[in-house]
């Protein structure tokens, strides 16, 4: 599985960003979203809502998709140091499949203290008619030069259950 995401702000209340995502032989999407915070900015749990479009691969096809989320993080302290926590409900309408697919995923992880840090990730997705799928992924960040390396071991269950490894790198431009 390859990803790629980035995303930008492009004004103070508008981020800007695409996501791509293939898994060889399967299936894939090619998404460009805009996300709008709402509510106020000092607020300690920050809300956004994010619109997106683009394209998905299904049975070697490319159709439209379409995806509306609502998403809310928050900043935690404790005694390791200082991170974050976040959820995100998503509806994505993939125009080839006959039903939306609902997603619910949260994600913790600490962004300072430690040179070693904890990220957890947990990703489900509901289609009707469809096993519940789920991935788990606990891993580590370290900071290289300018970016944060993340390495994770991923258990995830679908139409059947797969353990592997993942590797990130987030970079600040």
């Given at each position: 599985?390859?990803k790629?995401y980035?995303e930008y702000?492009?004004?103070p209340r508008?981020?800007l ?5 293939d898994?060889?032989?399967?299936s ?5 979203f805009?996300r709008?915070?709402?509510?106020r900015a000092?607020n300690?749990?920050?809300?956004a ?8 691969r299904?049975q070697?096809?490319w159709?439209?998709m379409?995806k509306?989320?609502?998403a809310?993080?928050r900043?935690?302290?404790n005694?390791?140091?200082s991170?974050?926590m976040?959820a995100?409900l998503a ?9 939306p697919?609902?997603k619910?995923d949260?994600?913790?992880g600490?962004?300072s203290?430690p ?6 990730k947990?990703e489900?997705?509901?289609m009707?008619d ?6 788990l992924?606990p891993g580590i ?18 139409t059947?259950?797969t353990i592997g ?6 970079r600040?431009?």
């Amino acid at each position: 599985e390859t990803k790629l995401y980035g995303e930008y702000g492009l004004l103070p209340r508008m981020t800007l960003g695409f996501d791509l995502n293939d898994i060889r032989a399967k299936s894939a999407h090619a998404l460009m979203f805009a996300r709008f915070p709402i509510g106020r900015a000092d607020n300690r749990t920050l809300y956004a809502v994010e619109l997106g479009v683009g394209k998905h691969r299904y049975q070697m096809q490319w159709a439209p998709m379409y995806k509306a989320a609502l998403a809310m993080g928050r900043g935690i302290e404790n005694r390791w140091g200082s991170g974050w926590m976040g959820a995100e409900l998503a509806y994505e309408v993939r125009t080839a499949l006959p039903e939306p697919t609902i997603k619910l995923d949260f994600v913790a992880g600490l962004s300072s203290g430690p040179r070693i840090r904890p990220l957890v990730k947990f990703e489900t997705a509901y289609m009707a008619d469809q096993p519940f799928s789920w991935a788990l992924t606990p891993g580590i960040m370290f900071d290289v030069r300018k970016s944060t390396w993340v390495i994770g071991i991923e258990g995830r269950s679908t139409t059947q259950r797969t353990i592997g490894i993942t590797f990130n790198i987030w970079r600040n431009f």
